[in-house]
Antibody, heavy 119, light 107 residues
Framework: EVQLVESGGGLVQPGGSLRLSCAASGFTFSSYWMSWVRQAPGKGLEWVANIKQDGSEKYYVDSVKGRFTISRDNAKNSLYLQMNSLRAEDTAVYYC????????????WGQGTLVTVSS | AIQMTQSPSSLSASVGDRVTITCRASQGIRNDLGWYQQKPGKAPKLLIYAASSLQSGVPSRFSGSGSGTDFTLTISSLQPEDFATYYCLQDYNYPLTFGPGTKVDIK
């Protein structure tokens, strides 16, 4: 059974940093692109970042470029999102998702982890 | 960036109704579009990929159509478990962009 479990969310002050993790199981992690998608409270979904199987390609939404870094450790079946210079508008539930390029869609999602940026 | 719009933003329907949601892209995206269902407090769930292909395990009352800029999600006979918010997502180029969502609630 495919499982994605996020962790690392919490309350952080504006300008602070946080590192999210996503533990993957039930599939060959190193064979898939992976992604982060976020959802601000009461708002819609926003794609944040993608990373290729070997980490050689990474893509970001403009609003996080230069502040967030997506990475992965295939030996640990884990995906990460390092978030620096956090702003109030980064407050959201962050979902880890598996990107299935065969069907060009996010076919599995984690349960999400809440990040709150507030003083 | 490609802008995705959805209509309506919300609708009220009854069990058994046929429901149609439209998604429009600001430029052509071939058929690189998916539809996702999200219930309150839950992660999104993939329903349709490549505009018209039904994801494994999704009931056949869900269908998708369209290509280029205009796409449709249809629920042929609305069931109680279908009350949710529906999002389209273009996967044609970066940044990937979601539509703003369509909330389907009970009439």
């Amino acid at each position: 059974e495919v499982q994605l479990v996020e962790s690392g969310g919490g309350l952080v002050q504006p300008g602070g940093s946080l590192r999210l993790s996503c533990a993957a199981s039930g599939f060959t992690f190193s064979s898939y692109w992976m992604s982060w998608v976020r959802q601000a409270p009461g708002k819609g979904l926003e794609w944040v970042a993608n990373i290729k199987q070997d980490g050689s390609e990474k893509y970001y939404v403009d609003s996080v470029k230069g502040r967030f870094t997506i990475s992965r450790d295939n030996a640990k079946n884990s995906l990460y999102l390092q978030m620096n210079s956090l702003r109030a508008e980064d407050t959201a539930v962050y979902y880890c998702a598996r990107k299935n390029i065969v069907i060009s869609s996010f076919d599995y999602w984690g349960q999400g982890t809440l990040v709150t940026v507030s003083s | 960036a490609i802008q995705m719009t959805q209509s309506p933003s919300s609708l009220s329907a009854s069990v058994g109704d046929r429901v149609t949601i439209t998604c429009r892209a600001s430029q052509g995206i071939r058929n690189d579009l998916g539809w996702y269902q999200q219930k309150p407090g839950k992660a999104p769930k993939l329903l349709i990929y490549a505009a018209s292909s039904l994801q494994s395990g999704v009931p056949s009352r869900f269908s998708g159509s369209g290509s280029g800029t205009d796409f449709t999600l249809t629920i042929s006979s609305l069931q109680p478990e279908d009350f949710a918010t529906y999002y389209c997502l273009q996967d044609y180029n970066y940044p990937l962009t979601f539509g703003p969502g369509t909330k389907v609630d009970i009439k």
